[in-house]
């Protein structure tokens, strides 16, 4: 039986990769941006597997729109990818408060509108009611601080921790698993033309040893990461049995975990006695 996936942010990247592969393995697609008519038309798509349609994260209405669009076409959806987003880099007292409130806005906010639609489908009594997975594409930064990206690690930190509390929140009857994609740097227009920087204008005067925009454009084009075959692991961890909360994608990121756990690890023992010295006198923890 044929899965139905719903995708935000298919216009480039991850979100097209995607839906490319989602469509190899014969299941439907519903490919969602700000405007759909600008996709392009997959090759292996017709009337009856794949359908496109404008979805802004940042538009309540337009979240729900869309889901509907879906559950008449395909009546049910079974995976939703929150993959929309964009990063903005720059030092953080060269950032303007409207551009790190876009950055919320689009990053946590807009991802938080669309879980909520997603789950109050797929629970018991909703529209499609049987259940899902609903992946969220944060970042490697989510786990790490990256000089310059302070808000973007911020908007992805916000979801990681969002995304672990609601799971707890779930019944297990319920069938609905939340999984977090962490990439590192892949080979997508991330930091290229989608990127978005402090004008010169607004540049703090005491950063002239940081380039923002200069890193970015060296970075870009060079990353590790084929989004094709980030799309192919994504699509694994959509259709497992038990997909895991978590799951970093890329050798960099791999690498980065590795080195944040080691280092909290030798943090935790270090300050053991500290973190242990808190306890109201004779306090017995709970069995």
């Given at each position: 039986?044929?899965k ?16 490319t ?72 007292e ?11 806005e ?36 989510g ?7 302070s ?5 992805k ?23 977090l994609i ?6 997508t ?78 943090n935790?023992?270090r ?17």
């Amino acid at each position: 039986m044929p899965k139905t996936f719903l995708i935000t942010g298919t216009s480039t990247g991850f979100g097209a990769a995607l839906v490319t592969e989602v469509l190899s393995h014969g299941d439907n697609v519903i490919a969602t941006a700000r405007k759909s008519s600008a996709l392009p038309t997959p090759s292996s798509s017709s009337s009856d597997n794949y359908l496109a349609y404008d979805l802004d994260v940042t538009s309540k209405s337009s979240v729900r729109a869309a889901f509907d669009a879906g559950i008449a076409k395909f009546g049910n959806i079974d995976v939703v990818v929150n993959n929309a987003g964009y990063g903005l880099s720059g030092e953080f007292e060269s950032l303007g408060e409207e551009q790190m409130r876009r950055q919320m806005e689009v990053n946590f906010w807009g991802l938080l509108d669309v879980t909520k639609v997603a789950l109050d489908t797929m629970r018991p009594g909703g529209k499609g009611g049987k259940g899902g997975v609903i992946q969220q594409v944060t970042s490697i930064g989510g786990q790490l601080g990256v000089p310059t990206y302070s808000i973007y690690c911020a908007s992805k930190w916000a979801v990681e921790g969002f995304t672990e509390a609601v799971q707890k929140e779930l019944k297990p009857e319920w069938n609905i698993s939340l999984t977090l994609i962490e990439p590192g740097g892949f080979r997508t227009d991330w930091a290229g033309r989608s990127m978005d920087f402090p004008s010169e204008e607004s540049k703090n005067p005491a950063y002239t040893h940081i380039d923002a925009r200069a890193n970015a454009a060296k970075r870009n084009g060079t990353q590790a990461g084929d989004p094709v075959k980030a799309a192919k692991v994504f699509y694994d961890l959509a259709v497992m049995k038990d997909p895991p909360m978590r799951c970093v994608v890329g050798t960099d990121a791999f690498k980065g975990l590795g080195a944040k756990l080691e280092e909290y690890g030798k943090n935790r023992e270090r300050f053991a006695e500290w973190s242990n010295s808190t306890d109201v006198e004779g306090y017995e923890a709970p069995s």
